[in-house]
């Protein structure tokens, strides 16, 4: 890949393109990394971000956060401000990945454990977890059951025995968004929404098999891991 020549630095962790390497550009992009990082980024993530600040509206910098990797219009990781009397909402900066999340499964299990059978496991989890555009997902659920688990979030689940309250006690506000209403929802949305439900979704959207290789914080690991650390 190739990081502009014109990108400039600003600290150790701060990167800055200008307004002249893009006609349409209205503010300087950023971007947060440590020069491995920065060298590491796909060229997706200079070209989005660049193309973000050309948005009508925006203030201060195009942003891009040490995530960085080719997104929907935005990179993912990517930040804008616009000024609400003239500035835009762009579906590409909240729509399509605006519910990604991130989840930990710890197995117990350790490296010596996994790694002689790295390659049949990743072939199983290809095989066992739901995903990618299209009737993939793991539930079938009519609409009302949709708006409802719209509504309700993780609870729903829990509900039907696909979650536990530890499980909700893990998760940002419980799994659910007390303001959200399904009527708010277009039935376009619904429909393209429907067949994803219980899926690990489509585009950028991965599973890893990580093993814990130091334990930074101690305190945090426990919250985390119980007994992880």
Known sequence: MSVPKDIRRISDTVWEIPVSHKAGMLVPARVFASEKLLSEFDDGVFEQITNVATLPGIVGHACCMPDGHWGYGFPIGGLAAMDPECGVISPGGIGFDINCGVRLVRTGLGLEDVH??????????????????????????????????????????????????????????????????????????????????????????????????????????????????
């Open 116 to 229: 002689p059978r790295l390659e049949p496991l990743m072939h199983q989890l290809m095989r066992s977890v739901p995903q990618g555009s299209g009737p993939h997902g793991a539930l079938r659920l009519h609409e009302g059951e949709l708006e409802r688990l719209a509504e309700e979030g993780a609870a729903f689940l829990a509900r039907r025995g696909l979650a536990t309250q530890e499980d909700l006690s893990r998760t940002e506000e419980g799994g659910v968004m007390p303001a959200a209403q399904a009527a708010a929802v277009s039935r376009r949305a619904f429909e393209r929404g429907r067949t994803q439900v219980g899926s690990l979704g489509s585009g950028n959207h991965f599973l890893e098999v990580q093993v814990v290789d130091e334990v930074v914080d101690e305190v945090a690991g426990l919250a985390a891991g119980r007994g992880l650390a």
